[in-house]
């Protein structure tokens, strides 16, 4: 089945530099790949999510990037604000739906002051 | 418009004791999910429901945890009996078919 392996897992960033987690997965039919925040004690929450069909998706703060021969894709977000700070978990689908979502394992992301 | 709803939001119970989770999916979401969150760790599919069929169970340790969505709409996920490595947060989400899913708050199951 699918892998996906996440970097780093945790990750400390001063407010308004920028902030990059990276994923790899196994199977290269995987063509959906989201990207979750999660706060302390609440639910994840879809931010940005790209399909293998696009290399790069942005919104706003918020970039994904996807490399298919290599099989890794990226988020960035740029000007971080303590409010980014939360765990962060990509995830891949072979179905191209949210049906099928392997995750990776997260990134503790802690924007200081 | 109301989120997933899921309760209890913390369980505590004995090992070997039996225990049963809620889930209230988004009005007219067909898909519904049930993870596993284990701490430090990224959700994992238990169970998948379209409508009230249960369409991937792959991961769901059928020995001891049991599903069922009547009606296609509420959701309950059961263990009996529970053991001390079920402790974990059990997350609910809902989709309509294919699109984003919705997470729940989950259930936070300490297993003493």
């Known amino acids: 089945g699918e892998n996906v392996e996440q970097h780093p897992s945790t990750l400390s960033v001063q407010e308004g530099d920028s902030a990059v987690i990276k994923c790899t997965y196994s199977d290269s039919a995987s063509n959906y790949f989201p990207w979750y925040k999660q706060e302390l004690g609440k639910r994840p929450q879809l931010i940005i999510d790209?399909?293998?069909?696009?290399g790069e998706k942005k919104d706003q703060r918020i970039a994904v990037t996807l490399n298919k021969t290599a099989k890794h894709f990226s988020l960035h977000i740029t000007e971080t604000q303590p409010e980014d700070s939360a765990v962060y978990f990509c995830a891949a689908s072979i179905t191209g739906t949210a049906s099928k979502l392997t995750f990776g394992t997260g990134t503790r992301l802690q924007v200081t002051l | 418009e109301a989120g997933v709803v899921q309760s209890p939001r913390y369980k505590i119970i004995e090992k070997k004791q039996p225990v049963a989770f809620w889930c209230n999916p988004i009005?007219?979401?067909?898909?519904l999910y049930w993870y596993l969150q284990n701490l430090g760790q990224g959700p994992e599919l238990l169970i998948r429901?379209?409508?009230?069929?249960?369409?991937?169970d792959s991961q769901l340790p059928k020995d001891r945890f049991s599903a069922e969505r009547l009606k296609g709409v509420d959701s309950t996920l059961k263990i009996q009996p529970a053991e001390l490595g079920d402790s974990a947060v059990y997350l609910c989400?809902?989709?309509?078919?294919?699109?984003?899913?919705?997470f729940g708050q989950g259930t936070r199951l300490t297993v003493v």
């Open positions: 790209i399909r293998s069909n696009v």
């Open positions: 009005s007219g979401h067909n898909t």
């Open positions: 989400a809902s989709s309509f078919g294919a699109a984003e899913a919705f």
């Open positions: 429901y379209e409508n009230e069929e249960a369409v991937d």
